[in-house]
């Protein structure tokens, strides 16, 4: 048994949890907040059984797209601080992250 702890942007959780439902797996919703664009995202706690595995992955790998987005950075442009830069910057955002823990035990009350 795996617990998978997979981090999802906002924008695929209700899809997501959505197709893992309608799979028979268990999804527990958290609200979470990181990256470097500080940007909400959801994280999911799923149960799952080592021979699912690969479906579990598929499933995410097929809901949870990477998109692109334009951030205007504030990196400066020069060495002494001349300025920073302000142009928008083209930055890949979205897909999943997922943390595989191992389970010694998992009980349903």
């Not at 997501?16 to 706690?45: P, Q």
């Not at 997922?98 to 009980?107: K, N, R, S």
């Amino acid at each position: 048994m795996k617990l998978v702890l997979a981090v999802i942007q906002d924008a695929d959780a209700a899809a997501l949890i959505r197709v893992l439902s309608e799979h028979a797996f268990e999804v527990t919703k958290l609200a979470s907040t990181g990256g470097f664009l500080r940007e909400g995202n959801t994280t999911l706690m799923i149960g799952v059984p080592d021979t699912r595995m690969d479906e579990l992955k598929r499933h995410v790998g097929q809901t949870c797209r990477t998109r692109t987005r334009l951030v205007t950075p504030g990196v400066p442009m020069g060495e002494g601080g001349e300025g920073m830069a302000s142009d928008p910057v083209e930055v890949a955002v979205g897909g999943a992250v997922m943390f595989v823990l191992g389970v010694q035990e998992f009980v349903k009350v």
